[in-house]
């Protein structure tokens, strides 16, 4: 059975690792979406051939050089139907670095040229403190009913969902889904999202690396996103008291429904 890691930062591989990292992922039956966190980092993965790339830009990325960055974002969109990592962070540290208008400025760019694209897109979206603000920029590209955009077809993923219990009803309600990474299941209100939320809008992610990684990281680094992926399935079937097999199953479907 494929195990799909939807979030996985392979722009933070050191360049050396990488080949012997898929290696390593593809012998233990592992796949992953390698999200990016500036556009002109998806280039520099476009030469590797990976099969699942993501044109993204992160909140904390964002610099003065943003509108150089978006403008290699919709020369990259046509050639990946993977989106991320964008998305909106509203904590105080990250506002300090990145004003909420120049973020929503970025995200709405983003989306306007998803909406834009003759592709169908599937998107993975950062909302610490913002998953209403980005719901309510999301909604009116949305058929409420159909879960799909008013042109072509997008799918927002919600990567390690923090929000309220209202906001997670919005976006099962526009056609979402949630990543869960075993983070997410260290809190109270996590488990309980993961437990509530329709198994058939339910994904695997690790967000792994944390941050960029040095030396020959290669072996540790596929060994630490294996387990995660393994253990977030135990979890996940065992708050939903699900077979194992059954929940694997049903990712499996979810993954095939996206196209993945």
Same mark, same amino acid.
């Given at each position: ?75 990259? #969109? ?59 920029? #999301? ?28 906001? #997670? ?18 809190? +109270? ?18 967000? #792994? ?46 993954? +095939?429904?996206?196209?993945?």
């Amino acid at each position: 059975m494929r195990l799909i890691d939807t979030h996985f930062h392979y722009d933070f591989l050191p360049q050396a690792s990488r080949e012997r990292f898929k290696a390593e992922i593809a012998r233990e039956g592992g796949e992953i979406i390698a999200q990016t966190v500036r556009p002109s980092g998806f280039i520099e993965l476009e030469r590797e051939n990976l099969p699942m790339a993501a044109v993204g830009y992160h909140p904390w990325y964002i610099d003065d050089n943003f509108a150089r960055e978006l403008e290699i974002f919709r020369e990259a #969109l046509p050639r990946t139907r993977f989106v991320g990592e964008i998305g909106l962070d509203f904590a105080p540290r990250r506002l300090d670095d990145v004003s909420a208008e120049t973020q929503i400025h970025v995200f709405t760019s983003i989306l306007d040229a998803v909406q834009a694209s003759s592709l169908s897109h599937i998107l993975s979206i950062h909302t610490v403190r913002s998953a209403g603000v980005v719901l309510d920029l #999301l909604e009116p590209r949305m058929d409420s009913e159909s879960g799909q955009a008013s042109g072509e077809n997008f799918v927002p993923i919600f990567h390690r969902f923090g929000g309220t219990s209202d906001e #997670l009803t919005r976006l099962i309600r526009a056609g979402g889904y949630i990543s869960v990474n075993p983070l997410m299941l260290r809190t +109270k209100r996590g488990r309980a999202y993961v437990a509530q939320v329709p198994v058939d809008r339910l994904l695997l992610e690790t967000d #792994l690396p944390r941050e960029p990684v040095s030396g020959d990281a290669a072996e540790v680094v596929a060994a630490e996103v294996i387990t995660a992926l393994r253990e977030t399935v135990a979890d996940v079937a065992s708050l939903r008291k699900m077979d194992e097999a059954e929940l694997k199953n049903a990712l499996a479907n979810n993954a +095939k429904t996206l196209g993945i």
